[in-house]
């Protein structure tokens, strides 16, 4: 079992209810892992999702081991066929399966290179270990997706949700870098999965996500008319789609406000964290009462011990 995409789950609402279940009493399982290794590869810097990961792995009882590629790990080579006469030293056919003989899990993180996007689509990094590594992989947040960000989402809005089909936002906000579409993607994709739900998505014209995951889901091109009446507003900045990888639009009145929060109904704000304060989300919204990005990090950790508790029970 692999867990890469939040279309891994077969039940969502069941996997969030065993989540919150887990959350209750999270060393119920502490012997599970016994005797089993977690090896977390960070080829980019990490926070929540390094710490959160690791406290699960804990939870469960295993052994955890990270690496850094960008300053420990050999530069890898992707591409089968290659004169390996430049700047990487080993390829992933050896490393993957290298890796694999010394735990029982491997947890990977690799963000977009926002160069090529056929590239990164492709999830050079994560596909490359699940072609060769014989042991199961975990996204710990890919080129295209952050599967176990919108399962601990999916877990803090059914945790707040207080009506039966709750109104759900997803704006893009301003950003000075150019940032991938990985957690947009997945908060999509996990969006998609609700049946309960009212979904839209709002962001300037030309900063559409791939049609691919964004498909028949409503899209506003004006954010104050989609905050009408929302429940919750999950605001996330990604880079142009089209004009891959760069930022096309930096226009400040995309800043998420209280004025703006004023239009919803009560919403919950929410965001993946790290974020810039004032220019993703002003101070005053996210100190606010209504702000529960602090709660979405805590439930980091229960979405990978979920995700890790039942690889474990099929190993």
């Given at each position: 079992?692999?867990?890469?995409?939040?279309?891994?789950?077969?039940?969502?609402?069941?996997?969030?209810?065993?989540?919150?279940?887990?959350?209750?009493?999270?060393?119920?399982?502490?012997?599970?892992?016994?005797?089993?290794?977690?090896?977390?590869?960070?080829?980019?810097?990490?926070?929540?999702?390094?710490?959160?990961?690791?406290?699960?792995?804990?939870?469960?009882?295993?052994?955890?081991?990270?690496?850094?590629?960008?300053?420990?790990?050999?530069?890898?080579?992707?591409?089968?066929?290659?004169?390996?006469?430049?700047?990487?030293?080993?390829?992933?056919?050896?490393?993957?399966?290298?890796?694999?003989?010394?735990?029982?899990?491997?947890?990977?993180?690799?963000?977009?290179?926002?160069?090529?996007?056929?590239?990164?689509?492709?999830?050079?990094?994560?596909?490359?270990?699940?072609?060769?590594?014989?042991?199961?992989?975990?996204?710990?947040?890919?080129?295209?997706?952050?599967?176990l960000q919108s399962l601990a989402d999916a877990i803090t809005m059914e945790e707040h949700k207080t009506k039966h089909k709750p109104k759900v936002v997803l704006s893009w906000a301003p950003h000075p870098r150019?940032?991938?579409?990985?957690?947009?993607?997945?908060?999509?994709?996990?969006?998609?999965?609700?049946?309960?739900?009212?979904?839209?998505?709002?962001?300037?014209?030309?900063?559409?996500?791939?049609?691919?995951?964004?498909?028949?889901?409503?899209?506003?091109?004006?954010?104050?008319?989609?905050?009408?009446?929302?429940?919750?507003?999950?605001?996330?900045?990604?880079?142009?789609?089209?004009?891959?990888?760069?930022?096309?639009?930096?226009?400040?009145?995309?800043?998420?406000?209280?004025?703006?929060?004023?239009?919803?109904?009560?919403?919950?704000?929410?965001?993946?964290?790290?974020?810039?304060?004032?220019?993703?989300?002003?101070?005053?919204?996210?100190?606010?009462?209504?702000?529960?990005?602090?709660?979405?990090?805590?439930?980091?950790?229960?979405?990978?011990?979920?995700?890790?508790?039942?690889?474990?029970?099929?190993?």
């Amino acid at each position: 079992m692999n867990y890469i995409s939040i279309k891994d789950i077969d039940s969502l609402s069941k996997w969030v209810k065993s989540a919150i279940k887990i959350k209750q009493n999270p060393l119920k399982n502490k012997k599970l892992g016994k005797n089993k290794t977690l090896v977390m590869l960070f080829f980019n810097s990490s926070l929540r999702t390094r710490l959160s990961t690791q406290k699960a792995a804990l939870n469960l009882g295993m052994n955890v081991m990270v690496m850094n590629f960008g300053s420990e790990g050999w530069t890898l080579e992707f591409e089968d066929g290659t004169v390996m006469n430049q700047g990487a030293s080993e390829h992933i056919k050896e490393a993957a399966e290298v890796v694999s003989q010394y735990c029982d899990i491997i947890a990977i993180r690799a963000f977009a290179g926002l160069v090529d996007k056929e590239k990164d689509y492709q999830e050079t990094v994560i596909s490359g270990f699940l072609k060769y590594a014989t042991v199961p992989i975990v996204n710990m947040e890919s080129a295209v997706r952050h599967p176990l960000q919108s399962l601990a989402d999916a877990i803090t809005m059914e945790e707040h949700k207080t009506k039966h089909k709750p109104k759900v936002v997803l704006s893009w906000a301003p950003h000075p870098r150019a940032l991938p579409q990985a957690v947009a993607n997945s908060f999509v994709e996990m969006m998609q999965m609700q049946k309960d739900m009212d979904f839209v998505i709002t962001h300037p014209e030309g900063y559409e996500l791939s049609p691919e995951i964004t498909k028949d889901s409503k899209i506003e091109y004006d954010q104050n008319k989609a905050f009408e009446n929302a429940d919750f507003v999950y605001v996330k900045n990604w880079s142009n789609f089209n004009d891959y990888g760069k930022v096309t639009n930096s226009d400040p009145n995309w800043t998420v406000t209280a004025e703006k929060m004023a239009l919803t109904n009560k919403g919950k704000f929410m965001h993946c964290l790290p974020v810039r304060r004032n220019v993703i989300v002003s101070d005053e919204v996210l100190d606010g009462e209504n702000s529960i990005v602090i709660e979405q990090a805590n439930n980091r950790t229960y979405s990978a011990q979920l995700v890790l508790q039942k690889i474990l029970k099929k190993l």
